[in-house]
């Protein structure tokens, strides 16, 4: 269930937010992307062999991407305020199994405040060295990107519960 809080010019009819701005391809990418660093967390946080990641599925919609590029974070960075190749992935690494397992089906647990926008380096940095590696948020970023982050993570969360 995405976000579908838009209508079609006053007319009444509710739009699905994906359509409407016409990014249909660019949030497919940034949620595959999300997918495979989630696979890569799964690998590492897990003691078990690495096809345990394929097949894992995720509670973002293409919508939801949507929501946290273009309103939450208005399409721009977190941490360098800069809107060229951004990417969505977790901004804690977990301190637990983010695997769900209902049957056969394997899932994350990754939720709409988990997550940030980022240029590609610095996804790339954050996830070699907070996700994967053994860095803290406090070694890699100052004291206001941290706050900055953690009051749009807050935002995330009140938006969440509406979905």
């Known amino acids: ?43 590492t946080t897990e003691d078990a062999p690495p096809e345990l990641a394929v097949g894992l599925r995720l509670p973002i919609t293409s919508g939801d991407i949507a929501f946290l590029l273009e309103d939450l974070y208005k399409g721009k960075s977190v ?6 190749r951004i990417l969505i992935l977790r901004w ?26 980022m240029t590609r380096e610095e996804a ?3 996830q070699r060295e907070v996700l994967q590696g053994d860095k803290t948020l406090e070694e890699l970023y100052d004291a206001d990107t941290i706050a900055t982050v953690e009051a749009k993570l807050k935002e995330a969360e009140t938006y969440e519960s509406y979905r």
């Open 1 to 43: 269930m995405g976000f579908t809080g838009l209508t079609l010019l006053g007319s009444g009819y509710p739009m699905d937010y994906v359509t409407f701005k016409g990014r249909n391809k660019m949030y497919d990418a940034l949620l595959a992307f999300l997918q495979s660093s989630e696979e890569k967390i799964v690998r």
């Open 92 to 117: 804690r690494k977990p301190t637990k199994s983010t695997l769900v397992r209902i049957e056969a089906q394997k899932s994350s647990n990754v939720k709409l405040r988990d997550l940030v926008c």
């Open 124 to 126: 790339i940095r954050h």
């Open 79 to 84: 941490v360098s305020n800069l809107s060229s």
